[in-house]
Structure formats: structure tokens, C-alpha cells
């Protein structure tokens, strides 16, 4: 399940809390996709191209370190 937050259009504005609701998503976004960003400056993510099984593991491992991260 994702979850995303709220955008608005011309027709369509958004109320404060759905506004809300998207800044806490965002706050709790970032520091995870500032991470992923990290791994792909470094070529981390590239190097696991030869072996998919590592890879997969691998990436588990992040997606686990990451769901701690935000939970705590």
C-alpha cells in the first residue's frame, strides 16, 4: 500500500488539513528518499546489477533499515 498526499488543481483546492496531512508525509519522506539519493551518488545500486539475488537482499536489507528509521 502507498500512500501519497494530497495535490490540488485549479478547480479543485485543497482544505488545511489534507495540507497538513501531506507536509507530515513529506517530513517523514524525506530523510529516506535523501538516503536512497546517497546510494545512487555513489554507485552503490549499480554495482548489484550482476547479481539479482544479492541485489534483492540487499535492497530488503535498506527497505527494513528504513521502515526502523521512520518508526522510531
Known amino acids: 500500500m502507498v500512500v501519497t498526499g494530497f495535490t490540488a488543481t485549479?478547480?479543485?483546492k485543497?482544505?488545511?488539513g489534507q495540507?497538513?496531512?501531506t507536509r507530515v508525509l513529506a517530513t517523514g519522506r524525506a530523510p529516506i528518499e535523501h538516503r536512497f539519493?546517497?546510494?545512487k551518488n555513489r554507485r552503490i545500486l549499480t554495482k548489484l546489477r550482476t547479481?539479482?539475488?544479492r541485489a534483492t537482499h540487499f535492497l530488503r536489507a535498506l527497505l527494513v533499515l528504513t521502515n526502523l528509521e521512520v518508526n522510531h
Open 37 to 39: 539519493a546517497h546510494l
Open 10 to 12: 485549479r478547480a479543485h
Open 51 to 53: 547479481d539479482l539475488a
Open 19 to 21: 495540507n497538513d496531512t
Open 14 to 16: 485543497i482544505t488545511l
